[in-house]
């Protein structure tokens, strides 16, 4: 079993900036790809971005690009997501994911495990 916990979503004004992290425990040496995911109310699961085991491969969704960046801690089985310049549309709970495949997946049905999900709300 893995378990995926994510933490740091909360209420930031537009403009600003917001650290997500996702700590993987149980089964972690069954992970390679990581991937953060956000829904809105109504909405289906959007990707966000995803990173490779080592780091050297990353996947961004076109509304986030040059704006997050993700990355990795394997010493602490910790993934980060990034979050600067916010806008109101970013609004939404945010998912951790992760798949045992080696490759960049761009879409939730790719991904076996997530967590609980964290809430980021973007004021204008």
């Known amino acids: 079993q893995v378990q995926l916990v994510e933490s740091g979503g909360g209420l930031v004004q537009a403009g600003g900036s917001l650290r997500l992290s996702c700590v993987a425990s149980g089964r972690t040496f069954s992970l390679n790809v990581m991937g953060w995911f956000r829904q809105s109310p109504g909405k289906g699961r959007e990707f966000v971005a995803a990173?490779?085991?080592?780091?050297?491969?990353?996947g961004y969704g076109d509304s986030v690009k040059g704006r997050f960046t993700t990355f990795r801690e394997n010493t602490r089985r910790t993934v980060y997501l990034q979050m600067n310049n916010l806008k109101p549309e970013d609004t939404a709970v945010y998912y951790c994911?992760?798949?045992?495949?080696?490759?960049?997946?761009?879409?939730?049905?790719?991904?076996?495990?997530w967590g609980q999900g964290t809430q980021v709300t973007v004021s204008s």
């Open positions: 990173i490779t085991w080592n780091g050297d491969g990353t």
């Open positions: 994911a992760a798949t045992g495949d080696w490759r960049i997946r761009f879409t939730a049905s790719e991904y076996g495990y």
